[in-house]
T-cell receptor
Framework: NAGVTQTPKFQVLKTGQSMTLQCAQD?????MSWYRQDPGMGLRLIHY???????DQGEVPNGYNVSRSTTEDFPLRLLSAAPSQTSVYFC????????????FGQGTRLTVV | AQSVTQLDSQVPVFEEAPVELRCNYS??????LFWYVQYPNQGLQLLLK??????LVKGINGFEAEFNKSQTSFHLRKPSVHISDTAEYFC??????????FGAGTQVVVTP
């Protein structure tokens, strides 16, 4: 039972480079989200999806794109990396419903130099 | 809009001593409340949650939390901590149709 799988675990980018952070879940969850974690700021929502083909912006969407072509996958794209995007990124998934538990991946530690 | 405030950024505690992590939320409507734990270099995992009913909620690893509606608080407690409880703890709140909002986190450091 893999749960939520994120790849890669670590990445170093140069300013201006692009990359995609991968997220896959095998729990058939409709809801998926991307967060970034920065010291002293907790987790902030970047983008989220309530089902295949449906995405929306969260609290800090600028500089990031997402798509949801399947229930299982929810990749996060950085089109032109900036040092301000240095962070730890977490993907999460959950079932619909107000009080359902969110399951998190192990995180991707991204450094932009 | 709701917000979540964790009142302590870091809590040092000796092994076998009790610990309390404070969390306050602001919302004009009913919310669901959660505590998550993050061990070093790992993702977050759920400790416990409050949806409705009894205000005292018991979770995994001996943790419990008490929901206080009048004080809009959801403090987390453990009567006796272990070295393995060293981690960062996040309080989170969610309105019925809203998004999960996290506090800034509290780092618990347990020393022998």
């Amino acid at each position: 039972n893999a749960g939520v799988t994120q790849t890669p675990k670590f990445q170093v980018l140069k300013t201006g480079q692009s990359m995609t952070l991968q997220c896959a879940q095998d729990m058939n969850h409709e809801y998926m989200s991307w967060y970034r974690q920065d010291p002293g700021m907790g987790l902030r929502l970047i983008h989220y999806s309530v089902g295949a083909g449906i995405t929306d912006q969260g609290e800090v969407p600028n500089g990031y794109n997402v798509s949801r072509s399947t229930t299982e996958d929810f990749p996060l794209r950085l089109l032109s990396a900036a040092p301000s995007q240095t962070s730890v990124y977490f993907c999460a998934s959950r079932s619909p419903g107000g009080g359902t538990e969110a399951f998190f991946g192990q995180g991707t530690r991204l450094t932009v130099v | 809009a709701q917000s979540v405030t964790q009142l302590d950024s870091q809590v040092p505690v000796f092994e076998e001593a009790p610990v309390e992590l404070r969390c306050n939320y602001s919302s004009s409507v009913s919310v669901y409340l959660f505590w998550y734990v993050q061990y070093p270099n790992q993702g977050l995992q759920l400790l416990l949650k409050y949806l409705s009913g009894s205000t005292l909620v018991k979770g995994i690893n001996g943790f419990e939390a008490e929901f206080n509606k009048s004080q809009t608080s959801f403090h987390l407690r453990k009567p006796s901590v272990h070295i393995s409880d060293t981690a960062e703890y996040f309080c989170a709140a969610k309105e019925s149709w809203g998004k999960l909002q996290f506090g800034a986190g509290t780092q618990v450091v347990v020393t022998p």
